[in-house]
C-alpha cells in the first residue's frame, strides 16, 4: 500500500471510495490526458465524474480565472453586486429555454438539488416529493431523501415524503421486452398509480435525472418525460431537472438532456462541468418560482467571481467550439463501436449511451447475471493500457464514461481500442 493510501485510509472517511487495486494520484493533465504520480499517462473517459468537460488546463478557462485573480477580489458577497453572476445567469437562463427564467448558483449538485426542492415544497406547500428509482442526487438531507439508489443512500431519514417511480427500469424482466411506446405507456399508468393511491393530497414536484449516471447511464427513451410532463401538468405538480450530468451538450443531441423529449422543465439543476474543475453549482427555474421565497438568502460562496470566472469561460469554449457536434460525432463513433464489440462478446450484457455519455454493463455469459467482479476487472486492464473509466450501476456491474467534450476523433478511436481490447481479454478468461 503507498504510504498516501494508507495515510487517506487513516484519515478520510472508509464511504469516500477510491477506484482501482492501488489507487492512483493525478498531479497533472493537458488536454484530455492525465499524468499520475508514478509519470504514467491515462487518456481520461471519466473525467472527473463529468467535471472536466473541456479537459485540462485549458487556456481560457485559466486566463479567465487568473484575470479575476489579478483583481485581488477571490470573494465578496452578493449583498455587492457581481458583475460575473449577471452575465452567466443571463446566458443559462436563455440556453434553458424557461420562460423569464432566474439563476440561483451554488457551490454543488447536492446543494442545487436542495434549493430546488425548497422551492418546490414551499411554492406547492407540500412535502410529497417524487422521484425515479436508482436515482442519485446528492448528499445532503433532502438530495437524499429523493436519491435510491441503495449503494448511495446509506440509511437516510429523509424530510421529504418521496414517491419513487418506474421509468428508468427498462431492465427489469416485466419491462425489458417492451418497445419504447409501450415502456412509456407502462411508466405512465405507474405515475397514475402512485398519484392515485399512494399519495394522499398535492405533490410539490417530480425530480429526475434525463440520464441516469451513478445509475450507471440508464437511459429514459426519448419522450417518456413528455408523457410524465402531461399527468404532472394536470395536476400543477412541478418538474425538476436535474442536469448535473447531461447539461452543456453533453448527450450531443440537446444542449441539456431534458430537451430530447421534447420537454421544458419548471427547473433545472446544474453543477460538475460548468466550472471545468471549479466548484459552480445552481439552479434555473422559472421566475415566478424562483422569486416565491419570502425569506432573504443566499449561498455564501456560491457565484463567487473565481467560480464564475471559469464558468463564463468554460460555457464560452462550449459554444464557440460547438462541442454538443462534437459530442454526438465522437459519442457515436464509440457508442456503434462498442455496440459492434458487444455482439461478438458474451460477457457484454447491455451498449448504450447518448453523446459522450455510454455504458456497457458487463454479465455473467452463463447466467446473464450482472458481474461487477468483471467490472472491477476492466477498471484494472483499462488503468494499465492508459484510459480511465468509471463504474456505478445498481450492481455495480455498468461501466460508465464520458470523456471531456473536446475528446477528438482519433482519442475516440484511441480509447475505443482500448476498452475493446480490455473487454475482449476479459471476455477470453471467462470462456477459458
Ligand atoms: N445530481 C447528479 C445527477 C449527480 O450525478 C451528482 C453527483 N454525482 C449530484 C447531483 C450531486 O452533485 P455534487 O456532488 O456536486 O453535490
Redesign the pocket.
Not at 107 to 113: F, I, L, V
Not at 135 to 140: K, L, T, V, W
Not at 242 to 246: A, L, N, S
Given at each position: 500500500m503507498s504510504d498516501l493510501l494508507a495515510r487517506h485510509r487513516a484519515v478520510i472517511p472508509n464511504w469516500v471510495a477510491v477506484y482501482y487495486d492501488e489507487p492512483i494520484e493525478i498531479v497533472s493533465g493537458k488536454g484530455n490526458r492525465v499524468v499520475d504520480a508514478s509519470g504514467k499517462t491515462y487518456l481520461d473517459f471519466f473525467a472527473g465524474?463529468?467535471t472536466n468537460m473541456i479537459g485540462y488546463d485549458v487556456p481560457e478557462v485559466r486566463e479567465a480565472v487568473e484575470r479575476q485573480l489579478a483583481t485581488g477580489v477571490v470573494h465578496t458577497s452578493t449583498v455587492y453586486l457581481l458583475r460575473g453572476q449577471v452575465e452567466l445567469a443571463e446566458k443559462i437562463a436563455k440556453l434553458s429555454g424557461i420562460k423569464d427564467a432566474k439563476v440561483f448558483f451554488t457551490?454543488?449538485?447536492?446543494?442545487?438539488?436542495e434549493t430546488a426542492l425548497l422551492l418546490a415544497t414551499y411554492a406547492r406547500k407540500t412535502d410529497q416529493v417524487l422521484a425515479m428509482r436508482q436515482?442519485?442526487?446528492?448528499?445532503?438531507f433532502g438530495?437524499i431523501g429523493v436519491t435510491s439508489n441503495r449503494s448511495w443512500k446509506n440509511n437516510s431519514y429523509s424530510p421529504l415524503n418521496v414517491h419513487f417511480l418506474h421509468g428508468a427500469d427498462r431492465h427489469l424482466p416485466q419491462f425489458r421486452a417492451m418497445n419504447d411506446a409501450d415502456y412509456i405507456a407502462a411508466c405512465v399508468a405507474d405515475l397514475r398509480h402512485v398519484l392515485a393511491t399512494t399519495v394522499g393530497g398535492d405533490v410539490a414536484a417530480l425530480i429526475a435525472?434525463p440520464v441516469?449516471?451513478?445509475g450507471g447511464f440508464t437511459m429514459a427513451p426519448d419522450g417518456l418525460f413528455a408523457a410524465y410532463k402531461e399527468v404532472l401538468d394536470e395536476q400543477g405538480i412541478l418538474f425538476i431537472s436535474?442536469?448535473?450530468?447531461?447539461g452543456w451538450g453533453r448527450t450531443g443531441s440537446a444542449f441539456f438532456g431534458i430537451q430530447n423529449h421534447g420537454v421544458t422543465p419548471d427547473m433545472m439543476?446544474f453543477?460538475?462541468g460548468l466550472g471545468n474543475g471549479f466548484?459552480v453549482?445552481g439552479i434555473v427555474a422559472r421566475g415566478d418560482l424562483m422569486d416565491s421565497l419570502h425569506a432573504t438568502g443566499l449561498a455564501t460562496f456560491g457565484g463567487n467571481p473565481i467560480s464564475m470566472a471559469a464558468a463564463k469561460a468554460t460555457l464560452d469554449y462550449v459554444l464557440d467550439h460547438d462541442l454538443q457536434a462534437n459530442a454526438a460525432r465522437t459519442g457515436a463513433h464509440i457508442i456503434a463501436g462498442l455496440r459492434e464489440a458487444g455482439k461478438r462478446l458474451p460477457i457484454v450484457g447491455d451498449v448504450r449511451g447518448k453523446g459522450l455519455m455510454f455504458a456497457v454493463e458487463l454479465v455473467d455469459p452463463a447466467t446473464g447475471a450482472p458481474a461487477p467482479a468483471l467490472a472491477a476487472r476492466f477498471m484494472e486492464e483499462t488503468k494499465k493500457a492508459g484510459l480511465l473509466a468509471g463504474k456505478g450501476g445498481l450492481y455495480g456491474n455498468a461501466l460508465r464514461m464520458a470523456p471531456p467534450l473536446t475528446l477528438t476523433m482519433d482519442e475516440a478511436a484511441e480509447g475505443l481500442g482500448i476498452i475493446v481490447a480490455a473487454l475482449e481479454t476479459i471476455n477470453a478468461e471467462v470462456a477459458s
Open positions: 465524474i463529468l457551490n454543488s449538485g447536492t446543494e442545487a438539488n436515482s442519485y442526487h446528492g448528499r445532503s438530495a435525472e441516469q449516471g451513478v436535474d442536469e448535473v450530468q447531461t439543476t453543477a460538475k466548484a453549482g
